[in-house]
């Protein structure tokens, strides 16, 4: 009997406790909930999407807090960055992280050219003043300049153009959760409640499936 009593007292604790997050946050207060949904690249995963510029301090900020996060992801779940194109450097520096992606070496020097931009000063404003950097960071240099003015590469800026666009961002860092639902540090109330809510809204959609 106590250990029913236990357990009943447990699940009902559980119950409230879900109870009170979905109460926490709210489409229109935390986050908000897409007119139209965009599709994502693997409907067999909720895909989580960062929107972010490398010159953007809040991003920069907010990479030692996503970076463990993204790491311990369930498989379920697909996490993708996404470089947002609001025109002149922004689009230099998305073309940067693209052509990174695209030669499989973003992982290797991503902190490495936040801290260059943020800590450094350096503006790495042309092809050439990006390439003579990652050069210092083992990166070839004339297979990185190759690799940014890629037919392929320019394909992908626009298309990361049009899903910006389509998530109607207005600003960055920001999160797309299952390209249904747009949340930022300003709406969730920082940066450790911002992926408290990414947390919530996975779970949504995996309760939904």
Known sequence: MRNFLLTAIFAAVSLFGAAAQAAEFQAGKEYVELSSPVPVADPSKIEVVELFWYGCPHCYQFEPVIKPWVEQLP??????RIPAMFGGIWNVHGQLFIALESMGVEPKVHDAVFAAYHQERKKLATPDEMADFLAGHGIDKQAFLKAYNSFGVRGRVEQAKKLGMAYQ?????????????????????????????????????????
């Not at 498989?75 to 993708?80: M, Y």
């Not at 930022?184 to 450790?192: A, R, W």
């Open 75 to 80: 498989e379920d779940v697909q996490f993708k």
């Open 169 to 209: 961002i207005t600003g960055v860092p920001v999160m797309i959760v299952n390209g249904k639902y747009r949340f930022d540090l300003g709406s969730s109330g920082g940066p450790e409640r911002t992926l408290q809510v990414a947390d919530f809204l996975i779970e949504k959609e995996r309760a939904a499936r």
